[in-house]
């Protein structure tokens, strides 16, 4: 099992809308709002490395209000 944390910054006033939207999605394990440079915090997980790629790109960046995200691979 492959798991990554998405560093997420959201546009101004969408970040719980954003959280809400990601909770139960497919490899979604966990959304936390956080303070510091970043609003979201999510873990991924997945069988491999590439579907984490592909949740992230096909599911989590089409979610309209998000402006970048950072990837951490778990080693």
């Known amino acids: 099992m492959s ?8 546009m101004v006033g ?3 809308e954003i959280a809400a939207q990601m ?3 497919e490899g979604v394990k966990s959304v ?3 303070t510091g440079p970043y609003d979201i915090i999510a873990i991924v997980e997945a069988e ?3 579907q984490i790629g592909d949740i992230i790109t096909q599911i989590i960046h ?11 691979l778990a080693i």
């Open 32 to 34: 936390d709002l956080v």
């Open 48 to 50: 491999t490395l590439n």
């Open 3 to 10: 798991k990554a944390f998405i560093l997420i910054e959201t």
């Open 14 to 16: 969408r970040t719980r």
């Open 23 to 25: 909770k139960g999605l």
């Open 62 to 72: 089409p979610i309209g209000g998000i402006s970048r995200t950072v990837t951490c």
